[in-house]
């Protein structure tokens, strides 16, 4: 419980650090060893991107103030979920959640890419030219909305320790800096990591712009998802350096960078609504 508390107080400066420390470790890979040249500018795209979290963050801190884990800690003292009427460890109930969330987050966000009204949503991510580490945090604050909606009821069903909620939003930014980055790894390395663990090469995939290979790869933490329900790519068909990235229906830089552009994407008719 001590942890729990401690975790809890100070989970603010501990997700910021790690998402810091970790964009900026990317960053520099990025930098150093880059997987592609990449063709969108990265100084338009990068603020851009980075606005959408900001614009999210202080959109769910007004709707969701005392954040999961709070909620977490209110559902565990109130004897909600199915965790609270099992005799387990501590440890175990946080081995088994951070399972059982990875596994609605892929669920999540393949049927983000069936359910038209959802997708619309979704496609902002998927509109980004290029595919780097900031592609990471490019969500509409919309759906990182329907998404903390979604773990809270999550949390109330299974009764989700706070101390397990932190540490998968945590772990589940970090992992996501890491296979949105244009990264290179060497190709023995990439095998063995994507056994277990999404990686960069292997979420490039959910980026293309090829219906069938969007759809397909939808894994951000843990790899085993795509393969156990057969959404799994192993390679695109143009390879890592033919790929296009992004929306053939949203393929030009003012379309797909600009701001105010983004906010709207959800309520701009494409004529293609799904990715069925």
Do not use: C
């Not at 419980?1 to 420390?21: A, C, D, K, N």
């Not at 969108?40 to 990068?46: K, L």
């Not at 960078?257 to 990715?275: H, I, W, Y």
Request: aromatic share 10%; no cysteine.
């Amino acid at each position: 419980m001590e942890l729990e508390s401690w975790l809890i107080q100070y989970q603010s400066p501990l997700r910021l650090g790690f998402f810091v420390g970790m964009f900026t470790l990317i960053a520099l890979w990025e930098w150093l060893k880059p997987r592609r040249r990449q063709n969108a500018r990265r100084v338009s795209r990068w603020a851009n991107n980075l606005s959408l979290v900001v614009v999210a963050t202080l959109l769910v801190r007004l709707v969701v103030p005392m954040g999961l884990a709070v909620m977490a800690l209110h559902a565990q003292e109130s004897a909600w979920g199915l965790f609270n009427y099992l005799t387990l460890s501590l440890w175990l109930e946080v081995v088994l959640a951070l399972v059982l969330l990875d596994l609605a987050i892929y669920w999540q966000h393949r049927i983000f890419h069936q359910v038209p009204v959802l997708w619309r949503l979704h496609r902002v991510h998927h509109s980004d030219t290029g595919f780097d580490v900031s592609t990471a945090v490019r969500f509409h604050p919309l759906e990182i909305l329907l998404s903390i909606f979604i773990k809270a009821l999550l949390v109330l069903i299974l009764g989700i320790p706070a101390t397990a909620i932190i540490i998968f939003e945590v772990i589940l930014n970090g992992v996501a800096l890491f296979n949105h980055g244009n990264i290179r790894l060497p190709k023995g390395l990439d095998t063995i990591i994507r056994t277990l663990v999404v990686t960069p090469d292997m979420h490039r995939i959910h980026h293309s712009d090829i219906p069938s290979e969007t759809n397909s790869n939808y894994g951000f933490n843990l790899s085993i998802w795509d393969k156990i329900f057969g959404s799994y790519t192993a390679q695109p068909q143009k390879g890592h350096e033919g790929i296009n990235i992004g929306l053939k229906e949203f393929s030009t830089q003012q379309q797909s960078n600009d701001f105010m552009a983004l906010l709207k994407m959800p309520f701009v008719s494409t004529g293609k609504q799904g990715r069925i």
